[in-house]
């Protein structure tokens, strides 16, 4: 069973950074995809960004249009860990943020039914 566990997070002002960590456990299969969604009051699970594991087309990024450019995404394959640096945060990225993983490529994709796991989320606030 893989479990996610995220840590980072909190309150900043408009034009600020945070940073998110993710750290994985219990993959059964080498290749591997993990990333971040996040989800405000009243709205579904939005893809942010998503980065490929170990093996062929590691470290192969994507992100959300609203993020781009503010947001990146990294990973350490030997700590199967993720991590989201954000930068120029604005109200609109206030959500609950959550990691997320599966064991196959991420084939670019933002649905959120097709990664079966998710951290426990931490919380992204940012207001003046």
């Known amino acids: 069973q893989v479990q996610l566990a995220e840590s980072g997070g909190g309150s900043v002002q408009p034009g600020g950074s945070l940073r998110l960590s993710c750290i994985a456990s219990g993959f059964t299969y080498r290749k591997y995809c993990m990333g971040w969604f996040r989800q405000a009051p009243g709205k579904g699970p939005e893809g942010v960004a998503t980065?490929?594991?170990?093996?062929?087309?590691?470290?192969?990024?994507s992100y959300a249009d609203s993020v781009k450019g503010r947001f990146t995404v990294s990973l350490n394959d030997a700590k199967n860990a993720v991590y989201l640096q954000m930068h120029n945060l604005e109200p609109e990225d206030t959500a609950m943020y959550f990691c997320?993983?599966?064991?196959?490529?991420?084939?670019?994709?933002?649905?959120?039914?097709?990664?079966?796991?998710w951290g426990q989320g931490t919380q992204v606030t940012v207001s003046a």
């Open positions: 997320v993983a599966r064991e196959d490529y991420c084939w670019v994709d933002f649905s959120a039914e097709r990664y079966p796991y």
């Open positions: 980065i490929d594991g170990t093996g062929y087309g590691a470290g192969y990024d």
